[in-house]
């Protein structure tokens, strides 16, 4: 906390001094006017909201002394959003003079923010530390693995049709489902430049932005759920087929952002909202439609047939489910969404029931699967 905060803390604690941990809101309000000038205009109207949204007359000095620490409690956003706040200044896309990474961070925030004071909240204090991290990583190796297999087959387009591409450690099989990282690692191998191309652009035109909002641990957790939940759902769905691919979680996380826009439409302010959402739609659609016909196509090297679109839907059930929540409850304790306790109770039961699916139902069905590679 820089002097000024520090010295606006002690001058409301002198309001206080009984110590029953409440602030009347007229003398509340009278510190603003006086000291108002020392803060951040963002967070003087993050204030002035708290201060207007306070029917019985006291706010609350913990939820005072967290925002000026940077701290957003669930009770100070419950306030914020049940009062009728009026922001004093002009909206954050009509101001001017910034410079290219304040309007890049700007446009971030009008991308994946639905209210106008998160917007500000986020733009006032994102630092870029830590960058988004994780979906740069996991690209960066996905491109990497490639690029090694493209050398080693010799062989860049439907790599996947080399006689050798499924005998990597990687790719999910269901003869090798017992090795259970296989249900994550799968991730790293694609079926294709085409394939890994589509992939790439969409988790980093979607991810990165998310990310940066939401932090590499609610992304990460989204995006890896997302995968396991992609080769659960083809060991059940699709059961002699292998996987590849970072679909399932690439659709997580652009199934909860499309979600997050339609549920929050009046709300969201970027631009050309329904033009970006076509494309995307687009994009999903072609590399769904390519996935779902490099299936159906009889595999050139029986009887393993080519790798299963089903991880595309778990992915997609689990953006709409879990993605959703995650991403509406911006800078708030996830624990106290009750809503997210149903949908995570869900998600374990249906990974439950694929554990015991996996161990049992293949040799119960009597399965002709294809020989491991």
Not at 100 to 105: A, C, G, K, V, Y
Request: charged share 15%; with cysteine; hydrophobic share 45%.
């Amino acid at each position: 906390i820089d002097l000024s905060i520090i010295y606006f803390i002690k001058q409301s604690n002198q309001f206080d001094p009984e110590n029953t941990g409440y602030v009347s809101t007229e003398k509340f309000r009278s510190l603003l006017q006086s000291h108002g000038s020392e803060l951040d205009p963002h967070k003087l109207e993050v204030l002035l909201a708290l201060a207007d949204s306070n029917s019985d007359g006291k706010i609350c000095y913990q939820d005072f002394v967290n925002l000026m620490s940077n701290k957003r409690s669930n009770s100070f956003r419950q306030a914020i959003m049940q009062g009728n706040q009026h922001l004093c200044n002009k909206a954050l896309f009509e101001e001017s003079g910034l410079s290219l990474s304040q309007r890049f961070i700007r446009h971030v925030a009008h991308e994946t923010l639905p209210r106008e004071i998160d917007r500000k909240w986020y733009y006032d204090s994102y630092t870029c530390c830590p960058p988004p991290w994780f979906m740069i990583t996991v690209t960066i190796i996905e491109v990497a693995m490639f690029v090694y297999y493209g050398l080693i087959l010799d062989r860049w387009v439907l790599q996947v049709t080399h006689p050798s591409f499924l005998k990597n450690p990687l790719v999910y099989h269901p003869q090798l489902r017992a090795q259970v990282w296989r249900y994550l690692s799968y991730i790293f191998m694609h079926a294709g430049i085409e394939h890994l191309g589509l992939n790439v652009a969409l988790q980093l035109l979607v991810g990165v932005p998310l990310e940066m909002v939401h932090g590499a641990l609610r992304i990460g957790f989204l995006y890896i759920t997302g995968v396991l939940a992609g080769s659960l759902a083809v060991s059940i769905a699709d059961m002699t087929a292998p996987v590849v691919g970072s679909s399932g979680g690439v659709y997580a996380l652009i199934s909860a952002h499309l979600a997050n826009i339609v549920m929050n439409w009046s709300g969201m302010k970027c631009q050309f909202k329904l033009f970006r959402m076509a494309i995307a739609l687009i994009c999903m659609s072609f590399e769904f439609g390519r996935a779902v016909w490099l299936r159906l196509y009889p595999s050139a090297y029986p009887p393993c047939p080519y790798p299963s679109f089903v991880a595309h839907l778990g992915g997609v059930v689990v953006g709409v489910t879990l993605g959703v929540v995650i991403l509406r409850n911006y800078e708030q304790r996830l624990q106290g969404q009750s809503t997210l306790w149903i949908f995570l109770i869900m998600y374990v039961v249906f990974v439950v029931f694929a554990v015991f699916w996996n161990i049992f139902a293949y040799s119960l069905l009597d399965l002709k699967l294809p020989l491991s590679p």
